[in-house]
């Protein structure tokens, strides 16, 4: 089994950046892709980021530039780096580990960018 811990949400400016944690505890060791997804406000949840455990990432578009997507593998983390933050970036956060018997979700960050 795997547990996944996300932090690092609260509220962010226009312009402004955040960084948001994801922890993996547990099993870890057949972990593959790790990933961010958001789920906005009355919308559905959408994937953000991804990373592979060799480092090979994927953006969606209304992000690419603008997010960074890291992980590490010897603590068992992926990070989102938020910058150049806009209103629509408002959600909640989860992260996911996939491994080749079942996708981990996490309880989700909240992020607010908001003046």
């Known amino acids: 089994q795997l547990q996944l811990v996300e932090s690092g949400g609260g509220l962010g400016q226009p312009g402004g950046s955040l960084r948001l944690s994801c922890v993996a505890s547990g099993s870890t060791a057949n972990i593959a892709t790790m990933g961010w997804y958001l789920q906005a406000p009355g919308k559905q949840r959408e994937l953000v980021a991804t990373i592979t455990r060799g480092g090979s990432t994927y953006y969606k578009g209304s992000v690419k530039g603008r997010f960074t997507v890291a992980r590490d593998n010897a603590k068992n983390t992926v990070y989102l780096q938020l910058t150049s933050l806009k209103p629509e970036d408002t959600g909640v956060y989860y992260c996911?580990?996939?491994?080749?018997?079942?996708?981990?979700w996490g309880q989700g960050t909240q992020v607010t960018v908001s003046s």
């Open positions: 996911n580990c996939i491994t080749p018997f079942t996708i981990y």
